[in-house]
T-cell receptor, first 110, second 114 residues
Framework: TQLLEQSPQFLSIQEGENLTVYCNSSSVFSSLQWYRQEPGEGPVLLVTVVTGGEVKKLKRLTFQFGDARKDSSLHITAAQPGDTGLYLC??????????FGAGTILRVKS | DTAVSQTPKYLVTQMGNDKSIKCEQNLGHDTMYWYKQDSKKFLKIMFSYNNKELIINETVPNRFSPKSPDKAHLNLHINSLELGDSAVYFCASSQDLNSGNTIYFGEGSWLTVV
């Protein structure tokens, strides 16, 4: 059983559509992170959410941390082909150990 | 300048061989990591080192031996390679073990065992 459950696993949408990716767990976290990984590259940190109920915006990306700090969501408005990639949520455990969800592969078609 | 660089980027080798992947970071960080990403894109930590000292060893087979000659380098040596070792291996670093620090990943080393 994975600590972090991500859904959907795969998403293929048209340019201009909106989408939401979910990251859920039964555990409470002090923080959650979202990463984006492009083909042939390593994951790159997008955001860290720390406070329950927190909402952070990064241009067309909106990240939310659940009130109980057990879940998080990533919403993309008006998706563009450049948003294509693997989106990973991750939680930090003791010793700066990142535990990742299984990821959501996003494909935005023009 | 690349912050976390690893070599080689691609490696194809036969079962039973021994191979090494090298990693260097020029960020002045104290902590370095090795992560493994399988064919389903699942990313999992293997090792972490802080100031050349092993901190995390995630029940990785002892055929995998990390070595940190100094803070800026963390190499991964794999003995007796098996088919199941085929994966992408990512080196990463962070300022220290403080959980608030950003972790920076290298571009990955694609290992294929045939």
């Amino acid at each position: 059983t994975q600590l972090l459950e991500q859904s959907p696993q795969f998403l293929s949408i048209q340019e201009g559509e909106n989408l939401t990716v979910y990251c859920n767990s039964s555990s409470v976290f002090s923080s959650l992170q979202w990463y984006r990984q492009e083909p042939g590259e390593g994951p790159v940190l997008l955001v860290t959410v720390v406070t329950g109920g927190e909402v952070k915006k990064l241009k067309r990306l909106t990240f939310q941390f659940g009130d109980a700090r057990k879940d998080s969501s990533l919403h993309i408005t008006a998706a563009q082909p450049g948003d294509t990639g693997l989106y990973l949520c991750a939680a930090m455990e003791y010793g700066n150990k990142l535990v990742f969800g299984a990821g959501t592969i996003l494909r935005v078609k023009s | 300048d690349t912050a976390v660089s690893q070599t080689p980027k691609y490696l194809v080798t036969q079962m039973g061989n021994d191979k090494s992947i090298k990693c260097e970071q020029n960020l002045g960080h104290d902590t370095m990591y090795w992560y493994k990403q399988d064919s389903k894109k699942f990313l999992k930590i293997m090792f972490s080192y802080n100031n050349k000292e092993l901190i995390i060893n995630e029940t990785v087979p002892n055929r995998f031996s990390p070595k940190s000659p100094d803070k800026a380098h963390l190499n991964l040596h794999i003995n007796s390679l098996e088919l199941g070792d085929s994966a992408v291996y990512f080196c990463a670093s962070s300022q220290d073990l403080n959980s608030g620090n950003t972790i920076y990943f290298g571009e990955g080393s694609w290992l294929t065992v045939v």
